[in-house]
């Protein structure tokens, strides 16, 4: 067993078993504003560049390795995951540009039974809608949620564990099991 899967709970499960899912949520990182550019097409800020490769790290060292992105197209997001540094499979979605977290929820049901660990980069306010309207009732009464429900800035990330298969996830199917701001000390 891997120390970031003690660091969350999680356990190895048999393949002949219905295995737990990981679904990782993550805002994008600080983006600039430069004169005449689109909201879709903002770069990342120094910042941002910082915040996201701290993202990453955190992620390797806590998460069970991503082996899936469905990152949207606008352009802090597309730079996020870049300097993050995963290396996994990256499906680009305009449709999360904007969404709504029923959209998100359509595009994680389009997810591949056998992926087990799934990063969503996207935007606020959905990304921390989706990790609260996921989240069990229990979950949603823990500190994790509470900490989402009072700010979900740049670069933050919610770990959520999900039982059964991605094309069933619904509202309430999730346990909120982690939220991190990576920051530099």
Not at 163 to 171: F, H, I, Q, S, V
Request: with cysteine.
């Amino acid at each position: 067993m891997r120390r970031s899967d003690l660091v969350f709970g999680f356990t190895s499960v048999s393949p002949m078993n219905e295995q737990h899912r990981n679904l990782v949520l993550m805002r994008h990182a600080k983006s600039a504003y430069p004169d005449g550019v689109a909201d879709y097409d903002r770069p990342l800020a120094p910042r941002g560049i910082r915040e996201a490769r701290l993202a990453g790290e955190w992620l390797r060292a806590n998460v069970p390795t991503v082996d899936s992105v469905l990152c949207s197209t606008a352009t802090r997001t597309r730079e996020t995951l870049v300097r993050t540094g995963i290396d996994a499979p990256v499906r680009y979605a305009q449709r999360l540009y904007g969404a709504t977290p029923g959209a998100v929820i359509e595009e994680i049901n389009r997810v591949a039974d056998e992926i087990t660990t799934l990063l969503v980069i996207g935007h606020e306010p959905t990304t921390s809608a989706l990790a609260l309207i996921l989240a069990t009732a229990d979950s949603t009464k823990s500190t994790v949620a509470q900490r989402i429900s009072e700010k979900f800035p740049t670069s933050a990330i919610a770990v959520l564990r999900i039982e059964g298969r991605w094309e069933d996830l619904r509202p309430g199917d999730a346990s909120l099991v982690a939220f991190h701001v990576p920051r530099e000390a």
